[in-house]
C-alpha cells in the first residue's frame, strides 16, 4: 500500500544523496548500486501507479461519484478521457474523489498518491485543481 507521495520522495531523494556519500567514502560498490536502484523502483512503482486506468464504474467505487456523473465529466472535457470515444476511462492522476469519500481498501493506496500529488499541485498552481 502506498502512503502519501510526498514524503516517498523525499525520502528517495535522501537515499539518493546517501547513495552519493557511500560512493565518495567507500568506492563504486554494491551498497551504493542497491540503494540507488531501489530508489529509481520506488519512484517507478509510484509514476505506474498515477497511470493506471478506471472504467466509469471502477473510477466511480473509487471515487464516490456516479458512474454517470463521471461520464458526463469526461464529455466536456473537465475530466481527460484516457479511454476510446464511446469506452472512457480515467487516469488515477486525473480522478477527482468526492469529499468525505472513503475508497474501498483495493484502492486507497494508490488513491492517496494521486491525492497527495494533487494537493501538490493544486499549491504551487491555484488555478489548477478546482472548479471555481
Known amino acids: 500500500m502506498f502512503v502519501l507521495a510526498e514524503p516517498i520522495r523525499a525520502l528517495v531523494s535522501k537515499w539518493k544523496e546517501e547513495a552519493v556519500d557511500l560512493r565518495i567514502r567507500f568506492g563504486e560498490g ?3 548500486k542497491t540503494l540507488e536502484s531501489l530508489s529509481e523502483e520506488l519512484l517507478g512503482v509510484m509514476d505506474a501507479a498515477q497511470d493506471r486506468l478506471f472504467n466509469l464504474e ?3 467505487a473509487a471515487a464516490g461519484y456516479s458512474a454517470d456523473h463521471l461520464g458526463r465529466q469526461v464529455r ?3 475530466i481527460p478521457n484516457a479511454g476510446r470515444p464511446n469506452a472512457p476511462k480515467i487516469a ?4 477527482p474523489m468526492k469529499a468525505g ?6 484502492h486507497r493506496g494508490e488513491l492517496t498518491v494521486a491525492r497527495a500529488e494533487r494537493i501538490a499541485r493544486s499549491i504551487v498552481s491555484p488555478e489548477e485543481g478546482h472548479d471555481g
Request: aromatic content about 0%.
Open 92 to 95: 488515477l492522476r486525473d480522478l
Open 76 to 78: 466536456v472535457g473537465k
Open 101 to 106: 469519500h472513503l475508497p474501498s481498501t483495493a
Open 58 to 60: 471502477q473510477a466511480a
Open 30 to 32: 554494491p551498497a551504493s
